[in-house]
T-cell receptor, first 110, second 109 residues
Framework: NAGVTQTPKFQVLKTGQSMTLQCAQDMNHNSMYWYRQDPGMGLRLIYYSASEGTTDKGEVPNGYNVSRLNKREFSLRLESAAPSQTSVYFC?????????FGQGTRLTVV | EDKVVQSPLSLVVHEGDTVTLNCSYEVTNFRSLLWYKQEKKAPTFLFMLTSSGIEKKSGRLSSILDKKELFSILNITATQTGDSAVYLCAVAVGNQFYFGTGTSLTVIP
């Protein structure tokens, strides 16, 4: 019973490099989210997807792109990483009004 | 602008103490309020509240929602070192969740 699975768990990037964070869920939920968590800032929404094939910007979308190719998977892409994107990234799904989180990806951009 | 405010930002108590964590919100289209506990990794679900005045309990933890005054409290009685964590409050609005910044609780033996 995996729930929400994120990969990788840790990543170090150099400024300007690109990478994709992967998220997959096996709960058959329609809505999926990407958050970043920084000290003192709480969880801030980057992008969300209300259903397969649709995506919308959240509070802090700049520097990110997302892709929801199917119901299970929602990926987050950093095209040109910047030190300001050093953070912990969480993927989440939603069932009614409850959120379910992946274990997080700790990303450091040097 | 929708927002969720938690207080205090941090709290240090001794084992056995009782603590009250606060969450106030200003949102349109409120659907529910959720409490999560976050230790080193992902937030774990504690409570979901949708109706005013109905207390939810789980062991030493309890929570209640006041939809008129737009706030919720999370109580932890007889605290233990294992309660040390960040407690997050979130409000479900439309398709989104709005999170507070969290309250960091440290319980000293």
């Amino acid at each position: 019973n995996a729930g929400v699975t994120q990969t990788p768990k840790f990543q170090v990037l150099k400024t300007g490099q690109s990478m994709t964070l992967q998220c997959a869920q096996d709960m058959n939920h329609n809505s999926m989210y990407w958050y970043r968590q920084d000290p003192g800032m709480g969880l801030r929404l980057i992008y969300y997807s209300a259903s397969e094939g649709t995506t919308d910007k959240g509070e802090v979308p700049n520097g990110y792109n997302v892709s929801r190719l199917n119901k299970r998977e929602f990926s987050l892409r950093l095209e040109s990483a910047a030190p300001s994107q050093t953070s912990v990234y969480f993927c989440a799904t939603r069932m009614n009004t409850e959120a379910f989180f992946g274990q997080g990806t700790r990303l450091t951009v040097v | 602008e929708d927002k969720v405010v938690q207080s205090p930002l941090s709290l240090v108590v001794h084992e056995g103490d009782t603590v009250t964590l606060n969450c106030s919100y200003e949102v349109t289209n409120f659907r529910s309020l959720l409490w999560y506990k976050q230790e080193k990794k992902a937030p774990t679900f504690l409570f979901m509240l949708t109706s005013s005045g109905i207390e939810k309990k789980s062991g030493r933890l309890s929570s209640i929602l006041d939809k008129k005054e737009l706030f919720s409290i999370l109580n932890i009685t007889a605290t233990q070192t294992g309660d040390s964590a960040v407690y997050l409050c979130a409000v479900a609005v439309g398709n989104q969740f709005y999170f507070g910044t969290g309250t960091s609780l440290t319980v000293i033996p």
